[in-house]
């Protein structure tokens, strides 16, 4: 029997079944085989950290593959990835597969190669190793760590503020970040500075500039001249001067190239220059180290890409620099070979640098093999570490100092000319990330930055020491000093790794989750606070701040490297943290509401009640006199509301600044006029799910019960300020009579429901077009739109026990329908061929009958299985998108259910699978895997989750 070899994806299981021949069976782990299942309990800190692990059925299924293949074998050799996560990931298959009694008399290898090449696989059998405990152990430190502070710390958050969805030990620290940053933007102000420059002329009549940098025999600093009025003062002195060389420097200067890549760099320099978001490049890097496909054989073009460590393999060093040699010539190729180290805070440098795998492989030559992100991806990695092993590129800088005769007013031009291009025939960092940054309508911090840059780069024409200069044109330039810019991907990742938080593999996994839980968003390539996540990170820090700390999030970094390195007990990290953690929670098992809101009502105030240019106050309300806004939290989260409350109910959702009258910007209310007919107002208002118009107020009845008045939402697309009166009170008569079809006399009739617009003839509904209007759509557009909907069902005949048979489309086919009863139909059997007496006997051998609308109350969820089909016939049965008139009274209650039953998934899921799933015994000195809670496509299941 074949030795057995266990991976994580079934791309690299493809390749390496290659490269290993018949004596080996390469199987597929998909990822991690379990994790810690995502309820309270998992971890126990009073059982000093004892973890409970489970196996969904994905997990148990690779396992049980595993298991079956080492029957009859001698060998297992475990061949994750080599880092930390593919160590735990070893750790776990060997661990589940001891349970099953599957590795008796087994050898058990543990391999790990930084290439998928030939060569490499096959050293790396032929060097096995065991385990590496204290990796495992580090891995189970962290898992704890981030299933603790999130199984903890975010319970609190949705109970002390609701709204938020959830907090994490690293994701939090990084929210933080763009939170302050924008934070630092809105408290600038930006101060004016000018400068002056002037075209001047050499004696052969060659033109270039100078800036002004003396004035009255004083150096200009940037804010020396701090308006227009100085400024002209300076240009005069300029235009009235005569000037001469006072002095020409020359001196060459060098620039090294960039280290080849790491996973950050990777990421940021994909992001700047190829407009790839972290998730995407990582994905992209993945397909390439797995094999590309080229002339019938599966080839990993790239090194292993999750690394913080610059150094590359001495072999691959030599085989660059002999393709520098014939490719560039003997002058490109440096005297000794290039040597990097990593500047990352707690680098761990455990493998090599990102690079390809054969460096004769060129981006031309594997460029019909790879599609366009494949295809761009890898020329970078691939420019990037051919470049780190040039030659230094030589620059010739000039500096002319420019004086007139009194020696008051003095210029000076700058520039260079490249001398020796050197690694900059091939690489051009900043010039390409200057062009990406204005690709994206992104401009570079200060404009004088890029002015300088830009002026570093000219030539200058000869000159000579006392050279007199012809003055042409002197201009004075304003500008303004800008604010910090916002946080890119690449920026932000850049950060983290120089604080030391977080870790390679973690960073496109936390910028995701920060998205998906709608705390940031990206515009234009740059992180954008929600106020949603402006308020979570104002909660932490007001009342966990240490947990947000970079400082401490840092130092818990570094302990873990202590614990992978052997140095640090895991378990007594992890009594320091808990002791401390748990206390902060406790403290704030008796904070109130009020606490909270006070708090982050000073923390944003300023965020959500700047300054007026009027000198107004900006918390007044609009709606009363003497009221005053701030911040309050309802059921759905936070919003703004006045201190009057209940005599006023003038809100507005969480928007920074004053809020206008447009369509994204009316809150509150506002008042229409008076319907003539009933004699009761009408006012346009803002409610938790959009606009709407309102006839009168709420009343009682006799028995003192509350009645509603009539509302009406606003179809979208139609803007506040474009509301009148006459509107309102048609929006409010909806559904209208638009006419009689002049074929059938049906009444043809026109409303908004929760799809939108609409019009509807009996069962047949059609969603208006963007350009129709609900309130005057006439007959013939009506008719027009009502032909283009395919009916959604045939009238058969009666059946033999009487009642119509019909046969209707639903969203898995079309079906006979008898009363209550149900059959699907045959694929072999068209909509519109189906008789009469075919649906009776359809409905007699596979006919179901519908469940009661609603459900009966009270059935226990174990039958749910069992009503699957009857559901789904009942979904069928139903319109496909029938209007509802009173949807918007309904929804508020349907969100309201739903909150709850989303805050409470985690636990939910976690019960349901307890049933199925089989959870291992609490491990005492042994560490165990993670592997995603949700079932993963087998394409996806190796790009791993490490979100902190």
């Known amino acids: 029997m074949p030795d057995v070899v266990v991976v994580e994806s079934p791309a690299k299981a493809k390749t390496i079944n290659k490269y290993l021949g018949r004596d080996f069976r390469v199987l597929a782990s998909f ?48 061949a994750t990835d080599p880092d930390r996560e593919g160590e735990a990931i070893s750790w776990h298959v060997k661990d589940m597969l001891a349970r099953r009694g599957a590795l008796k008399g087994l050898e058990v290898h543990r391999i790990t190669f930084n290439e998928i090449t030939k060569r490499a696989i096959q050293h790396a059998v032929a060097h096995p190793r065991d385990l590496d405990t204290p990796l495992i152990e580090a891995y189970l430190a962290r898992r704890a760590l981030d299933y603790l502070v999130g199984f903890t710390l975010s319970p609190v958050l949705w ?75 300076a240009k005069a002195a300029v235009e009235a001067g005569r000037f001469s060389v006072a002095s020409v420097e020359k001196k060459r200067t060098r620039r090294n190239p960039p280290p080849p890549f790491t996973t950050s760099t990777l990421q940021m320099e994909a992001s700047r220059k ?34 913080d460590g610059v150094q590359m393999a001495r072999e691959a060093i030599f085989a660059i620099r002999d393709h520098v040699r014939d490719s560039f010539g003997a002058d490109y190729v440096p005297g000794a070979p290039r040597e990097y180290s990593s500047k990352a805070k707690n680098a761990q440098e455990a493998h090599e640098a990102i690079r390809p795998t054969d460096v004769t492989r060129t981006p031309e030559q594997v460029a019909a093999y790879l599609d366009d992100r494949q295809r761009k991806l890898y020329e970078l990695v691939w420019k990037r570490a051919v470049a780190s092993q040039m030659q230094s590129a030589e620059l010739d800088q000039t500096i002319v100092e420019i004086t007139e005769e009194t020696g008051k007013t003095r210029l000076r031009a700058t520039g260079s000319v490249i001398a020796f291009d050197g690694f900059l025939r091939l ?29 570093d780069e000219r030539t200058l024409p000869p000159m000579r020491e006392r050279d007199p200069l012809k003055t042409g044109a002197v201009a004075a330039h304003q500008h303004f000093t800008q604010p910090p810019p916002r946080f890119s991907e690449a920026t932000l990742v850049k950060k983290l790794e120089e604080l030391g938080i977080g870790r390679p593999s973690t960073y496109a996994s936390i910028l995701q989750v920060l998205q998906d839980r709608e705390y940031v968003r990206l515009e234009k390539r740059r992180f954008m606070p929600e106020d949603r996540g402006r308020l979570v990170t104002a909660f932490l820090v007001s009342f966990f701040e240490r947990y947000v700390d970079t400082g401490f999030t840092a130092g818990l970094e570094e302990k873990l490297d202590d614990i992978s390195g052997g140095r640090a007990d895991w378990r007594a990290v992890m009594r320091a943290f808990w002791e401390d953690f748990s206390r902060a929670i406790d403290a704030t098992r008796d904070l109130k509401i009020s606490d909270v809101i006070d708090a982050l009502d000073e923390e944003l105030g300023p965020h959500f009640f700047p300054a007026r240019t009027d000198g107004s106050d900006p918390r007044g309300c609009p709606a009363c006199s003497g009221g005053r806004l701030g911040l309050r939290l309802g059921r759905s989260g936070a919003f703004i509301g006045c201190s009057n409350y209940p005599d006023c109910r003038y809100t507005r959702p969480l928007t920074g600044g004053d809020a206008g009258e447009g369509a994204a910007g009316f809150e509150g209310q506002r008042e229409l006029g008076v319907d003539d007919a009933s004699g009761q107002r009408v006012s346009l208002r803002r409610g938790p799910y959009g606009l709407y118009v309102q006839l009168g107020e709420q009343t009682e009845d006799e028995k003192g019960k509350a009645v509603k008045p009539r509302r009406a939402s606003l179809p979208r697309g139609m803007e506040a300020d474009s509301v009148t009166l006459d509107r309102a009170l048609g929006l409010l008569s909806l559904p209208r009579m638009v006419g009689l079809h002049p074929e059938t006399k049906e009444e043809i009739q026109a409303g908004v429901g929760r799809f939108g617009p609409y019009v509807k003839m009996g069962a047949t509904y059609k969603s208006l077009d963007a350009d129709d209007d609900v309130l005057s759509i006439g007959i013939n557009r009506a008719v027009s739109l009502l032909a283009d909907v395919k009916p959604k069902g045939r ?17 898995f086919g079309p079906f006979i329908l008898h009363g209550s009863r149900i059959a699907s139909m045959p694929r072999n059997l068209e909509f519109d061929e189906v008789t009469l007496d075919q649906a009776v006997k359809l409905l007699a051998e596979k006919g179901k ?15 749910g299985k069992a009503k699957a089909a009857p559901k789904r016939a009942a979904a069928d049965a139903a319109p496909e998108a029938a209007p509802a008139r009173k949807a918007a009274a309904k929804a508020p209650a349907r969100a309201a259910a739903a909150k709850p039953a989303a805050g409470k998934a985690p636990a939910k899921s976690a019960s349901a699978k307890t049933g199925a799933a089989k959870p291992t015994a609490k491990p005492a000195a042994k560490p165990a895997a993670r592997k995603p809670a949700a079932k993963a496509a087998p394409a996806k299941a190796s790009s791993r989750a490490k979100a902190g």
Not at 33 to 61: H, I, N, Q, T
Not at 275 to 292: I, N
Not at 427 to 452: H, L, M, N, W
């Open 159 to 233: 109970r002390k503020l609701p709204g938020s969805k959830s907090a994490g030990r690293v994701q939090s620290v990084a929210l933080r970040l763009i939170c302050e940053r924008e934070a630092e933007i809105e408290a600038f102000r930006a101060r004016e500075y000018w400068t002056v420059d002037a075209r001047m002329a050499t004696p052969a009549g060659a033109p270039f500039t100078a800036r002004l940098t003396h004035l009255d025999g004083k150096k200009l600093e940037q804010f020396d001249l701090p308006d227009e009025a100085n400024a002209m003062r």
């Open 427 to 455: 690489y051009r960092e900043d010039e390409d990330d200057r062009a990406a940054d204005a690709r994206a309508g992104i401009s570079s911090p200060g404009a004088t930055a890029g002015a300088e840059a830009e002026e």
């Open 849 to 863: 009958d519908l469940p009661p609308r609603g459900g009966a109350k009270g059935k226990p969820a174990a039958k």
């Open 274 to 307: 190829l407009g790839m978001g972290a998730q995407q490049a990582m994905r992209t890097a993945q397909q390439l180290y797995e094999g590309v496909d080229i002339g019938g054989e599966a080839v990993g073009l790239i090194t292993y890409m999750r690394t």
């Open 31 to 78: 990822g991690h085989v379990r994790d810690l299942p995502p309820k309270d309990g998992s971890v126990r800190p009073d059982e000093d950290f004892a973890m409970d692990w489970e196996a969904d059925d994905r997990g148990e299924r690779q396992v049980k593959e595993i298991a079956s293949a080492l029957k009859g074998a001698r060998r297992l050799f475990l």
């Open 795 to 811: 009238a058969l005949g009666d059946h033999p026990a009487g009642g119509p048979v019909e046969v209707r489309r639903g969203r």
